[in-house]
């Protein structure tokens, strides 16, 4: 007889806010002056960190060259903390639920 397993319990994907900086990489399609960038990300995940993982990956992907990630909490997090979030950025973040996705919603580069 075979032992019967725990059945895994599904985790809900829920969006982090990510704020990431990025240095320079031939073709990642920053300013010629540009020094790097910093990029607000809504990104979907089980947890913080896989958002940050699926979100580091992409940005690799996309020839942009990650070098610091901060985490901002989810949308009940930022609420309770007293952050205004406006109906456009929770429509993003609602959509990059829907999606499993990572949505960069600003992109500011740097200059020095």
Same mark, same amino acid.
């Given at each position: 007889?075979?032992?019967?397993?725990?059945?895994?319990?599904?985790?809900?994907?829920?969006?982090?806010?990510?704020?990431?900086?990025?240095?320079?990489?031939? =073709?990642? *399609?920053?300013? !010629?002056?540009?020094?790097? /960038? #910093?990029?607000? @990300?809504? $990104?979907?995940?089980?947890?913080?960190?896989?958002?940050?993982?699926?979100?580091?990956?992409?940005?690799?992907?996309?020839?942009?060259?990650?070098?610091?990630?901060? =985490?901002? *909490?989810?949308? !009940?997090?930022?609420?309770? /903390? #007293?952050?205004? @979030?406006? $109906?456009?950025?929770?429509?993003?973040?609602?959509?990059?639920?829907?999606?499993?996705?990572?949505?960069?919603?600003?992109?500011?580069?740097?200059?020095?």
């Amino acid at each position: 007889m075979e032992e019967a397993r725990p059945e895994k319990v599904k985790r809900p994907q829920q969006v982090y806010t990510l704020v990431v900086e990025v240095g320079r990489k031939p =073709g990642d *399609g920053l300013p !010629d002056k540009a020094t790097g /960038a #910093g990029l607000v @990300i809504y $990104a979907s995940g089980v947890d913080e960190a896989e958002a940050v993982r699926e979100t580091v990956a992409i940005l690799k992907e996309a020839d942009l060259a990650p070098l610091e990630v901060t =985490g901002h *909490g989810t949308l !009940d997090e930022r609420l309770k /903390a #007293g952050d205004e @979030i406006d $109906a456009e950025e929770q429509a993003l973040m609602r959509r990059a639920l829907d999606e499993n996705s990572v949505i960069v919603a600003q992109m500011t580069p740097f200059f020095d």
